[in-house]
């Protein structure tokens, strides 16, 4: 793992903008992402990936060993070590680290499924990948960055209904990343 640069922030990324007066600061969403994942050749952990980077999905594709699209906490560790980027891991805690930091963060949906005994498969059925920087959300259900209010209000309850799951998801897993160009 490495140490964020202290001097890393949206101003000094070519891939940041400003979307209308809103103020919001976004991130040029990975441009074949939702493309690819309708040709069944991208998930939610490499278009998340690919958002917070700044990059296209399919530029960053050949990080993710084996076979199949899910992605684990393991398999975006072994991306991320591929890509050569510095990222941080935080476990099931998001770190304020303001506006500037982007993170790959891990849902998990709460439900029945969470019991002992119950079959891990039963629980990886009901996860989702986002980028997250600062208020700003990345989904690929979206194709884009919204404000993470918006998220929360109008992709969120979709996920949930399909997981079949409570209101509120858990943190998995959260990795704070970055380019080191």
Request: proline content about 6%; some cysteine; glycine content about 10%.
């Amino acid at each position: 793992m490495n140490a964020a640069p202290s001097s890393y922030s949206l101003a000094n990324n070519s891939h940041a903008a400003v979307i209308g007066s809103s103020g919001w600061l976004s991130h040029t969403c990975p441009q074949d992402a939702y493309r690819l994942a309708e040709a069944g050749q991208c998930a939610c952990g490499q278009a998340a990936l690919a958002a917070a980077l700044g990059r296209n999905a399919g530029d960053i594709l050949h990080a993710f060993p084996g076979p199949g699209l899910w992605v684990n906490d393991k398999r975006m560790i072994v991306a991320l070590n591929t890509l050569k980027v510095g990222w941080k891991q935080h476990g099931q805690e998001i770190e304020d680290t303001g506006t500037t930091a982007m993170s790959v963060v891990w849902l998990q949906g709460i439900g029945s499924w969470m019991r002992p005994g119950v079959p891990i498969g039963a629980r990886n059925q009901r996860t989702h990948w986002i980028a997250t920087c600062g208020d700003a959300i990345y989904d690929l259900n979206a194709d884009s960055w919204l404000p993470a209010e918006v998220w929360r209000g109008q992709v969120l309850p979709d996920i949930i209904a399909q997981w079949k799951a409570q209101p509120i998801p858990a943190v998995r897993e959260t990795f704070s990343v970055w380019d080191n160009d």
